[in-house]
């Protein structure tokens, strides 16, 4: 047992030796993983010693060397970047079916000559496409294979189809998490100029009319101190629920208790408003992990937007079971809301929490009574 173990992480650092990582401008630390996993372990099966990849950069034309597998240090093709379209490479790309190269015939211009001196006789290419066109061409070669088998040739497609396939939606996952980046951005922004710098402003026209009224009406030009005194305050609780908002959580090695917990504390510490944490759960630990992620965000996000808008004196959490569901409940006594008249950075974040709990066949209900206060209700399934 011992000697298998061995053996297998000798295999395995022969596999990282023999792998060479080009651009990293054109993949992700994933996408290399996956490659770096999944290439050595195809090559060995079907025979092949060397492989090259070269991928499309993100809206652009350009085909960029990201990998290079094998025992032989030189690469097969000479330059690190080909334009799609353009020479053999860039024209391979726009194929649909491989390409075999026969190496004992006069080769492409841009192949490395040397490749054929050290005793490589072909090599084989295979477009990688996905359903936004050309991505990329997977070059194989062996010193040993002269002729490409159907079956193999078959294996080999469906392997570059699959390397596609990855490439495709880690860059629309990549595409989306920057949108919502942007969103943020967008979002943040509307607040920061609605809020904070609109109340910095009130500030700044207050104490320009205390400086005028103190002369003709002390009494006037105290009370223009005392509401930018007010203003600064509310400034500074924005401020803080803004921290409260932006600083990034996760349950990491907590259960769902501890996490919730964790929030009500800082919560707590920017906001100076009550907090009570009720909870009925008879087995915590056993509460799925994406369950309690999801829940937990839940109440990150509700106690955010008591921060921020309901200017509350006191929140209740509750978190109980039911046969069927793992219940979370947030109630503030804040001014409340009108849900049918809610502006687009407090809906963004609503919407935000019916997506989480709904991606599990959960729900969520929000209840919001001008000057009462606000609930939010969700459930997951319970899986205990």
């Not at 353009?86 to 649909?96: E, S």
């Not at 390409?99 to 211009?109: I, N, Q, R, Y």
């Not at 951005?185 to 026209?205: K, N």
């Amino acid at each position: 047992m011992q000697a298998n173990k061995q053996e297998f992480e000798e295999r395995e650092q022969l596999r990282k030796a023999r792998i060479r990582v080009g651009s990293n401008g054109v993949t992700t630390p994933f996408i290399l993983d996956y490659l770096g996993r999944s290439l050595p372990a195809m090559l060995d099966f079907l025979g092949f010693s060397d492989a090259e990849l070269y991928l499309k950069k993100e809206k652009s034309p350009v085909l960029m060397r990201v990998l290079h597998y094998g025992e032989s240090k030189e690469f097969f093709w000479k330059d690190e970047q080909y334009e799609l379209g353009k020479n053999t490479l860039g024209k391979i790309a726009q194929m649909v079916e491989p390409c075999v190269l026969d190496l004992s015939d006069e080769t492409p211009a841009e192949l490395n000559k040397r490749i054929r001196q050290i005793g490589f006789s072909m090599l084989a290419c295979f477009p990688i496409r996905a359903e936004s066109g050309a991505l990329g061409v997977l070059s194989l070669g062996d010193k040993k294979i002269r002729k490409l088998d159907e079956k193999v040739e078959d294996v080999l497609m469906e392997n570059a189809a699959m390397i596609g396939t990855v490439v495709f939606h880690e860059r629309k996952s990549l595409e989306a998490k920057r949108s919502i980046v942007m969103e943020e951005r967008e979002r943040i922004g509307m607040d920061l100029h609605d809020g904070i710098i609109q109340s910095l402003y009130g500030v700044g026209l207050s104490l320009q009319n205390a400086v005028l009224q103190f002369d003709n009406n002390e009494q006037e030009g105290k009370q223009h101190i005392d509401d930018a005194l007010n203003a600064i305050n509310e400034a500074i609780r924005d401020i803080r629920a803004y921290i409260l908002d932006l600083r990034p959580r996760q349950l990491r090695n907590q259960d769902l208790y501890m996490g919730i917990e964790s929030l009500i504390r800082e919560f707590r510490a920017n906001t100076l408003v009550d907090v009570e944490f009720e909870k009925d759960i008879a087995y915590i630990e056993r509460v799925s992990d994406e369950n309690s992620e999801i829940l937990f965000h839940v109440c990150q996000e509700a106690l955010a937007n008591v921060a921020k808008h309901a200017r509350a004196t006191k929140v209740n959490v509750r978190l109980w079971e039911t046969p069927q569901r793992i219940m979370l409940k947030v109630n503030d006594d804040g001014v409340g809301f009108d849900l049918s008249k809610i502006n687009q950075r407090l809906g963004h974040g609503l919407s935000n929490m019916n997506t989480r709990v709904e991606t599990v066949g959960g729900g969520i209900e929000i209840i919001s009574i001008r000057h009462q206060g606000t609930t939010v209700l969700a459930w997951v399934p319970n899986n205990l």
